[in-house]
């Protein structure tokens, strides 16, 4: 269990938290009373679902409704990204003009630097559909006064009848705010992978220049990952409600040479050599594009357990998840200094990042490749055109003895998410 946890358990016991929301519905608390335990804005930065608190549970969350309170209560609060974005092949080439000399593409490390880039080389412009969109606004300020309904997990309908939430000049942070004589976009950036995302990101700025501007507002999510561009334009259909968010569009964009075909893979696949499975632990991470965001993020400093688990939302299990297959990849590794463990970039992983982007693609599918089964499984992929079902794929682990059997249904749905992330690199323009 974190530290958050603790303190939150702490607070839940003190104020009878979980018996007042179900007596009340809900449980106003000040920052002065989470602050007896540690700092408000370290104990609500809850980014996705899988950060809450243990306490917490599958159904309360917490939104703030002004400088110095937040509300707990049975909310859904968040939104899933889709599992795999909508069609990666569909990467669209942008290019950063010659003149701009200070701009190196392997450097772009924090979301800001992203958005400054997605605006110059013109990504911004093409996704929207615009001419000339000038950032005008970022930073944090005052949300203003408004209310609004959000949906509980009994989902009841009508809208009136959901739980109503007032705001009262709540801090607002914007990443990206971009005009031009038509629209104003509300960037909302991040350089780590999520499944999720928390909806108040872009409904809280939505509602404040609503009650600004006259301009239609356009949401846009962007995650910058593996030097991928991922845009995700979202629309509130009804502004009383936080939950009324569609997705519009979702397109991918790169500032490098894209172009990946099957015959590429073919040749990956039949010139890497084949290495005796490492004595670590096998698999277990589904995502392989959370396995890149981590390696990306390890290269910028390495970390704990619990500070892996806080930058990507996760449970600390699930960092080891996630750091066991880095280490089985060979691009990570644990040190222990003055600090105590940590978790490093290898030299290997050092060397594979700074390779452009189809070479450092290729390079990862070798790495991936150089294991046995998933060598042997990547043939039987060639062969049928797809990922092998579920039963073959165990089958081959059974073969190969990678974990214990009471793993193995778990496991192979990460082997088959690996396989079908090295099929989806396929970009033949």
């Not at 009804?238 to 172009?259: A, K, T, W």
């Not at 965001?293 to 892996?308: A, K, Q």
């Amino acid at each position: 269990m974190s530290l958050i946890d603790d303190k939150w358990r702490i607070l839940f016991d003190k104020y009878r938290i979980e018996r007042e929301i179900e007596k009340h519905g809900r449980f106003y608390i000040t920052a002065d009373q989470i602050r007896e335990v540690k700092e408000p804005r370290l104990m609500t930065k809850f980014d996705t679902r899988e950060s809450l608190p243990r306490v917490f549970g599958k159904k309360i969350s917490i939104l703030p409704v002004s400088r110095g309170g937040y509300v707990l209560g049975e909310f859904d609060l968040y939104q899933d990204f889709p599992e795999i974005p909508s069609d990666i092949k569909r990467v669209t080439s942008a290019k950063i003009p010659d003149y701009f000399e200070s701009i190196d593409l392997h450097d772009i490390r924090s979301e800001a630097s992203a958005i400054n880039v997605m605006s110059i080389t013109g990504i911004l412009d093409d996704f929207l559909g615009e001419d000339r969109m000038v950032q005008t606004v970022s930073g944090r300020m005052g949300s203003g006064n408004f209310e609004f309904y959000v949906s509980d997990y009994q989902k009841s309908e009508p809208i009136e009848k959901k739980p109503l939430i007032q705001v009262q000049n709540s801090q607002v942070e914007i990443d990206g705010g971009f005009e031009n004589e038509n629209v104003f976009t509300l960037i909302e950036g991040k350089n780590v992978v999520h499944s999720n995302f928390l909806i108040r990101q872009l409904y809280y700025p939505a509602r404040l220049w609503a009650e600004k501007i006259h301009k239609p507002i356009r949401p846009v999510f962007m995650v910058y990952s593996n030097n991928i561009f991922r845009l995700l334009e979202y629309e509130f259909t009804d502004l009383r409600y936080y939950n009324s968010l569609r997705l519009v569009q979702e397109r991918n964009y790169s500032l490098e040479e894209i172009e990946i075909t099957l015959d590429d893979l073919y040749d990956v696949w039949a010139r890497t050599k084949v290495k005796p499975e490492p004595a670590v632990t096998f698999i277990q991470a589904d995502s392989f594009y959370k396995v890149i965001s981590l390696v990306e993020r390890l290269n910028e400093n390495p970390m704990t357990g619990g500070e892996i688990a806080q930058l990507f939302g996760f449970k600390e299990r699930q960092s080891d998840y996630y750091f066991n297959a880095c280490r089985y990849l060979g691009l990570a590794e644990k040190q222990t200094d003055e600090d105590g463990v940590k978790v490093h970039i290898t030299a290997i992983g050092r060397r594979l990042l700074k390779l452009p982007y189809r070479a450092r693609q290729l390079e990862y599918v070798r790495l991936i490749l150089e294991h046995p089964i998933f060598h042997d499984l990547f043939e039987a992929a060639l062969q049928i055109g797809d990922v092998p079902d579920k039963e073959y794929v165990a089958k081959k682990m059974r073969e190969y003895q990678v974990c214990g059997e009471n793993l193995i249904v778990r496991r192979s749905s990460s082997v088959r998410a690996w396989l079908y992330w090295i099929l989806t690199l396929v970009n033949e323009g």
